[in-house]
Structure formats: structure tokens, C-alpha cells
């Protein structure tokens, strides 16, 4: 057999191409892009391309011109269509499913999954009370990950602050809903969490209060409110608000009556 022949009779031949659904790029924490489970190496130009698609989002489709304007606002029009092309062509050689262009149009492929999407779904579906918590809503990493935070471009400082409030909205919202379902220990997890992120932040601080006060630590609900009055005084000259230490009242109230 000649070898020609032995190449194109290789049975594995046919599945050395990865399938559908093992293209996975992250966002959170720093841009990596995995294809069947192995590290993708690309160029910083083509991740620029890869990462602004898939923060529009995955129906969003742009025109060549406006990535090119986005990307590279320094340069002229010309330098700017040729280095989008680049980037394209290196993209397309890296996996040709990771983005999709036809004629002007550009967006992101259907088959890679993208971390930030998913981080993003499960913080929507935490901030809506009527959909029931899953066992996967609970895990906290995805809303916890900063948005590509070694990178320095205009058009990231939005996006990022986007996803870093919606982040914050979800992780109360989860720390109250535990808390609702008895869930003290992870609830009050969710609310440090919260407050690591931003100490300043009164929902989430009102949260780990009330978790607190729910499971009967009186004395860690008022050296919350403590030390919670103390940054805050610190920081920016101002008092806890009314409604934060509101919830200390009712055990007060409670202890006075007994």
C-alpha cells in the first residue's frame, strides 16, 4: 500500500477534527480559548476581535467597519479593514466555527461556549424571584471573575462595569434567597462575597445582617453593623442608612420585652 493510500485510508482520519460544542472561550479572569479541551494560542489582535464579539453577545452581528473603528480608533480606515482581515484570517486558521462573517457582517460563531454568557444567564435567573434556584445558581466563581482585567481598551470599561453589577445584584439576590430557604451558612458566603467585592455596598451588607439576625447571631449582626458604620463613616463621612439598621430593631425590641 502506498503511503498516499495509508493516509487517506485512516479510519481515525475523520475524527481528528474536533466536533461540535468542544470550543470553549473565557473571559473571566483573563482571555483563554480551549479547543477539544487543549489551550488555543492566538494572537493579542485576533483576541481582541474574538473578545468584542462575544461581549456583544451572540446575536449581536457588527459591520467590519464598526470593529475596525472600535479596535483600532487610531488608525485610518484602510489600516484598520487590513487588520481586522488579519485578525479574521487567524481566527478562521485557529478554528473556522469560532466566528461567522458573511460579506460586511461579523459575529460570533454558534459553537463556542463562552464563560461569560453563562455567568451572565445564571445572574439573570438569580435576580428573578419566580425562577427556582438550581444546585449550579449556587456556585459562586462565575460571579466573582473580573472581566478580562489585564486589559486596557475603551470600549471594555463599560462592559466590565456592566458585568460587575450585575454580578453584585445576583450575589444579593442569592443571599437573600438562601437565606429565605434556611440556608444561613451559604447565604451569609454570599453576602461576603458580595462585600469583598465592594465593601461600601449596603444591599449586601443588609444581607449578611439579616442573614445574621435569621439564624440568631445577634451579636455578628451588630458587629456587622459595627464595623459596616465605621468603613462607611471612614470612607465617605456618612451614617449607615435608616433601613440597614432597621434590622437590628425587632431583636431589640424582642430582648426588651423578655
Given at each position: 500500500?502506498?503511503?498516499?493510500?495509508?493516509?487517506?485510508s485512516?479510519?481515525?482520519?475523520?475524527?481528528?477534527?474536533?466536533s461540535?460544542?468542544?470550543?470553549?472561550?473565557?473571559?473571566?479572569?483573563?482571555?483563554?480559548?480551549?479547543v477539544?479541551?487543549?489551550?488555543?494560542?492566538?494572537?493579542?489582535?485576533?483576541?481582541?476581535v474574538?473578545?468584542?464579539?462575544?461581549?456583544?453577545?451572540?446575536?449581536?452581528?457588527?459591520?467590519?467597519?464598526?470593529?475596525?473603528?472600535r479596535?483600532?480608533?487610531?488608525?485610518?480606515g484602510?489600516?484598520?479593514?487590513?487588520?481586522?482581515?488579519?485578525?479574521?484570517?487567524?481566527i478562521?486558521r485557529?478554528?473556522?466555527?469560532?466566528?461567522?462573517a458573511?460579506?460586511?457582517?461579523v459575529?460570533?460563531?454558534?459553537?463556542?461556549r463562552?464563560?461569560?454568557?453563562?455567568?451572565?444567564?445564571?445572574?439573570?435567573?438569580?435576580?428573578?424571584q419566580?425562577?427556582?434556584?438550581?444546585?449550579?445558581?449556587?456556585?459562586?466563581?462565575?460571579?466573582?471573575?473580573?472581566?478580562?482585567?489585564?486589559?486596557?481598551?475603551d470600549?471594555?470599561?463599560?462592559?466590565?462595569?456592566?458585568?460587575r453589577?450585575?454580578?453584585?445584584?445576583?450575589?444579593?439576590a442569592?443571599?437573600?434567597?438562601?437565606?429565605?430557604?434556611r440556608?444561613?451558612?451559604?447565604?451569609?458566603?454570599?453576602?461576603?462575597?458580595?462585600?469583598t467585592?465592594?465593601p461600601?455596598?449596603?444591599?449586601?451588607?443588609?444581607?449578611?445582617?439579616?442573614?445574621?439576625?435569621?439564624?440568631?447571631?445577634?451579636?455578628a449582626?451588630?458587629?456587622q453593623?459595627?464595623?459596616?458604620?465605621?468603613?462607611?463613616?471612614?470612607?465617605?463621612?456618612?451614617?449607615?442608612?435608616?433601613?440597614l439598621?432597621?434590622?437590628?430593631?425587632?431583636?431589640?425590641?424582642?430582648?426588651?420585652?423578655?
Amino acid at each position: 500500500m502506498s503511503r498516499q493510500a495509508f493516509l487517506t485510508s485512516d479510519p481515525s482520519s475523520a475524527t481528528r477534527r474536533p466536533s461540535y460544542g468542544d470550543l470553549r472561550l473565557d473571559l473571566l479572569g483573563g482571555f483563554r480559548l480551549r479547543v477539544a479541551q487543549r489551550p488555543m494560542a492566538l494572537p493579542m489582535h485576533s483576541q481582541r476581535v474574538l473578545a468584542y464579539l462575544s461581549v456583544s453577545g451572540r446575536d449581536a452581528v457588527c459591520t467590519r467597519a464598526t470593529l475596525g473603528n472600535r479596535l483600532w480608533p487610531e488608525s485610518d480606515g484602510e489600516h484598520a479593514r487590513a487588520s481586522l482581515r488579519t485578525s479574521l484570517w487567524r481566527i478562521g486558521r485557529a478554528d473556522p466555527r469560532l466566528v461567522s462573517a458573511e460579506q460586511d457582517m461579523v459575529r460570533l460563531g454558534a459553537a463556542p461556549r463562552v464563560d461569560l454568557h453563562g455567568a451572565l444567564a445564571q445572574a439573570r435567573r438569580l435576580t428573578r424571584q419566580e425562577t427556582p434556584l438550581a444546585d449550579d445558581d449556587c456556585n459562586l466563581a462565575p460571579l466573582t471573575a473580573e472581566l478580562l482585567p489585564a486589559w486596557d481598551e475603551d470600549w471594555l470599561l463599560l462592559e466590565r462595569e456592566r458585568v460587575r453589577q450585575l454580578q453584585l445584584h445576583a450575589l444579593d439576590a442569592l443571599a437573600r434567597r438562601l437565606r429565605l430557604q434556611r440556608r444561613y451558612s451559604e447565604a451569609v458566603d454570599a453576602a461576603l462575597t458580595a462585600i469583598t467585592i465592594d465593601p461600601l455596598r449596603e444591599s449586601a451588607q443588609g444581607e449578611l445582617i439579616a442573614a445574621h439576625v435569621a439564624e440568631g447571631n445577634i451579636a455578628a449582626a451588630h458587629r456587622q453593623l459595627d464595623s459596616y458604620a465605621r468603613l462607611l463613616r471612614a470612607e465617605l463621612g456618612l451614617r449607615p442608612s435608616q433601613s440597614l439598621t432597621a434590622l437590628l430593631d425587632a431583636p431589640r425590641q424582642e430582648w426588651r420585652e423578655g
